[in-house]
Structures are given as structure tokens and as C-alpha cells.
């Protein structure tokens, strides 16, 4: 069972302490900062515990570059002569750069995040489960009136324990969707947000809307990130949750698609050589959980090449 969840105080407070760790680490403040600092620091125990933490991933971050043959062979130069801003500067993008690569924010944010491997199946503490695909991440945040949970990244299976008095409802960007039976799927994509009832029906309300949409078992909506939302078409449930089997079942779909879910499972990214590129369009079965099998059948299927330089993948015609 998740045993942790964080308000969004807490969140605040986090992103805040990740921020002073970053102006504060290897500069000198001027007078004025430095004394905004420790009012922010002294004006509640919890905020010297969150820049405590902020701290401690940031270490993390630098252990593991260290113990990282391939990281560490990286030889930065000194910049010789260079004012104290310009050192700064260069402090703070390298700092900044890996408490990013070693994904700080959202470690800062999320309450539970997959790892590249991992489909970890949540129960909450209302009997309700999450299962998370690779690389995803929530939070949640129940009250007496309420349960809320914020789909962060990637996607995830909700199975919603009934509860009358406590509406469930997840929010994914600009669209937040509301159980009114058992179980849907949501995908938050880059571009687009996804949503699939596999069992009874949700109420779906996006950002600037007149009024939300019902979905019912077997339905299944986009919607953009400006709002723009496409038909409700009918899905098979079992292809949509392939994910959970490790395969991504495809019917005519992008290949920016098939980039953004291969992603989940690998540490890297996956680029594009060459224009048009991402909107090829694809359908078919493809082992997702195996990169090397997945681009084998990209390969065969569209003639698409794939370059392999250290965590990129270059995919070409």
C-alpha cells in the first residue's frame, strides 16, 4: 500500500528547497539573498528538512555520475580567467543539468514514480489501484470529501474502490476525468492526453470546456494540449492495455508514438533524422519491454534505420 503522499504545500516547499540548492550551491550570494534565504529557512522546521533532502538527491546525483564509468570519463575543462558570474553560470547549468537528468523535479513532485522497468500496481487507501507503466509518475491527495490523484507522467490503470461520498478524479493536464463506475486507462502523452473507460463510464472535463464529456465502456477520447479534443471512437479494451503485457498494439498510429512509449522503457531519448519522420504511420504488435526487437520490427515494417550514440537513438529512413 502507498503509504506516502504529499499536499501541495509540501510539493511547494520541495520545489522551493531544489531552487535554493541550485543559487546556492557552489556561489557566493549577495547580502540580500543570502538574508531571504534563511527567512525562507528558518521560517518553518520542514522547509530546513526539504533543503536537507534537496540536498541529499543532489549528492545522490553526483555519486552516481561518479560511478558511472561512462559519465565519468567526460572530461570538463576549467574555464581559465573566467569573472566569478561566468563560474557561476557553469556551476549552475552542470548542477542543474544533472539534478534534472537524474530526474529531481519530478522526484520532488511525484509520489510514486515506475522505474524503466517496472509496472508497479498502487493500492490507496481506499481499497482503490493504480498500476503505473514504465517511467510514469502521480501524486495523490485524499480528503474526508474527496480523492484526488495528478497523473505527472506517463500512464496508468485506475480501479476505483466505490465511494459515494468521495468523488474519485484524476487530472492529467489540462483534462480532468471523474469515475463514474470501475476502471479507465490515461495516457498523458507529449501533445496529447488519452483517456479509456475499460469498465462502466467517466466524466471527462477539459480545461476552458462548456461542459464535460461522458465516456462509456469501450470509448475512447484525445485531447490536445491547447484543449482541442478529437471524436469518441470504440477501442478494444485489451489492445489499448497492452502495456500492461508489454507490447504496444498499434492501428495505423505515428511513429512519434511508438518514439514516446519506447522511451519509457530505456534510459535515453529517441530522435528523429529527417522530415515527415515522426508522422509515419505504423500498425502492428510491438514488444515494447525488448528496444532492440522493437526497432528490428520499425526496420522491417517501415525500412526505418536506427543509430544507437550512447543514450540517443537516431532514428532515419
Avoid at 46 to 57: E, I, S
Avoid at 262 to 286: H, K, N
Wanted: glycine share 6%.
Amino acid at each position: 500500500m502507498a503509504k506516502r503522499r504529499l499536499t501541495q504545500q509540501q510539493r511547494k516547499r520541495h520545489q522551493q528547497a531544489a531552487d535554493w540548492v541550485l543559487r546556492h550551491r557552489d556561489s557566493e550570494l549577495d547580502p540580500e539573498t543570502v538574508k531571504a534565504f534563511h527567512r525562507w529557512l528558518d521560517s518553518d522546521p520542514d522547509n530546513r528538512r526539504a533543503y536537507d533532502a534537496a540536498q541529499m538527491l543532489l549528492g545522490d546525483a553526483r555519486s552516481a555520475i561518479s560511478s558511472d564509468p561512462d559519465l565519468n570519463t567526460i572530461d570538463f575543462k576549467p574555464v581559465s580567467r573566467a569573472k566569478p558570474v561566468v563560474q557561476f553560470l557553469l556551476a549552475l547549468f552542470v548542477v542543474g543539468g544533472l539534478f534534472v537528468y537524474f530526474d529531481g523535479p519530478m522526484r520532488l513532485q511525484a509520489d510514486v514514480i515506475a522505474g524503466i522497468s517496472e509496472l508497479p500496481v498502487i493500492e490507496l487507501e481506499d481499497g482503490s489501484t493504480v498500476q503505473l507503466n514504465a517511467s510514469s509518475a502521480i501524486a495523490f491527495d485524499f480528503s474526508d470529501n474527496a480523492r484526488s490523484i495528478r497523473l505527472l507522467r506517463g500512464q496508468a490503470l485506475f480501479e476505483v474502490a466505490p465511494d459515494p461520498s468521495r468523488p474519485f478524479s484524476v487530472e492529467a493536464g489540462n483534462t480532468r476525468v471523474t469515475a463514474l463506475g470501475t476502471a479507465f486507462d490515461i495516457r498523458r502523452g507529449k501533445t496529447e492526453t488519452e483517456v479509456t473507460v475499460t469498465q462502466h463510464a467517466v466524466s471527462v472535463d477539459i480545461e476552458n470546456a462548456d461542459h464535460p464529456i461522458r465516456l462509456d465502456e469501450g470509448q475512447q477520447i484525445d485531447i490536445d494540449s491547447d484543449g482541442g479534443r478529437g471524436e469518441i471512437v470504440e477501442v478494444d479494451a485489451n489492445a489499448v492495455l497492452g502495456w500492461r503485457r508489454g507490447v504496444l498494439v498499434l492501428d495505423n498510429a505515428p511513429l512519434s508514438l511508438v518514439a514516446e512509449e519506447l522511451e519509457r522503457r530505456f534510459r535515453g531519448r529517441i530522435v528523429f533524422a529527417g522530415d515527415g519522420l515522426p508522422e509515419r504511420r505504423i500498425s502492428g504488435t510491438i514488444a515494447i519491454a525488448d528496444t532492440s526487437a522493437a526497432l528490428d520490427f520499425l526496420d522491417q515494417a517501415l525500412g526505418v534505420k536506427s543509430t544507437r550514440l550512447g543514450p540517443l537513438i537516431i532514428l532515419r529512413d
